[in-house]
C-alpha cells in the first residue's frame, strides 16, 4: 500500500464518519486529562462501539442520531440511590461508582431511544431500527459523557 492510497482511505473515512471523528478526538484529550482506568475503559469501549455499530450501520452522518442521544444522555442521569444500590447488589469497589454511573445512564438512554427508533423505520428497513438506534444511542452516550465533560472544562475553566 502507498502513501497515496493511504492517503485517500484516510480520507475516504474520515469524509464518511468526521462527526465520529471529532468525538474520538475530544475523548482523546479526556483520556490524557482523567486517569481513572474505569473511564478510561468506557471511553474506549464507547470509541470502539461506536465505529462497530454507529459507522456499520449507516448512521455515522445523521444529524438526527446525534441530537437523539444528546437528548437521551441529558435526560437520564441516575439517582445516587440507583448506583449505590447498584453497587452493594454487584458488590462493587466505591471507584466504580463513576463507571456504574456512566452505563447506567447509557443503560437508561438506550431505553429511552427505543420508542423514537421508529422515526428510523423506514430508513433502517423495518422493525431492525428497534434493535439498530439503542445500540447507537447506547454507544454514542457511553462516549459522549467524558467528551462533553472536556468542553466544560475547556469552556468555562473550571
Known amino acids: 500500500m502507498t502513501l497515496e492510497k493511504f492517503d485517500d482511505s484516510a480520507r475516504a473515512f474520515i469524509r464518511g464518519a468526521w462527526p465520529l471523528c471529532l468525538i474520538a478526538m475530544l475523548s482523546l484529550l479526556a483520556m490524557g486529562i482523567i486517569c481513572g482506568s474505569y473511564m478510561l475503559f468506557s ?11 454507529v459507522r456499520g450501520f449507516g448512521l455515522a452522518t445523521s444529524l438526527p442520531i446525534y441530537c437523539l442521544a444528546f437528548a437521551a444522555f441529558l435526560s437520564a442521569d441516575p439517582s445516587r440511590n440507583e448506583i449505590t444500590q447498584l453497587q452493594t447488589m454487584l458488590n462493587l469497589e466505591y471507584s466504580a461508582r463513576i463507571y456504574l454511573r456512566l452505563l447506567v445512564t447509557a443503560f437508561k438512554s438506550a431505553l429511552m431511544a427505543l420508542p423514537f427508533s421508529l422515526f428510523f423505520f ?21 462516549v459522549l459523557e467524558p467528551t462533553f465533560l472536556i468542553l466544560m472544562l475547556a469552556i468555562f475553566g473550571m
Open 122 to 142: 423506514d430508513r433502517m428497513g423495518g422493525y431492525v431500527a428497534l434493535l439498530k438506534i439503542p445500540l447507537c444511542v447506547f454507544f454514542l452516550v457511553l
Open 43 to 53: 471511553i474506549l469501549y464507547g470509541l470502539a462501539g461506536c465505529l462497530i455499530f
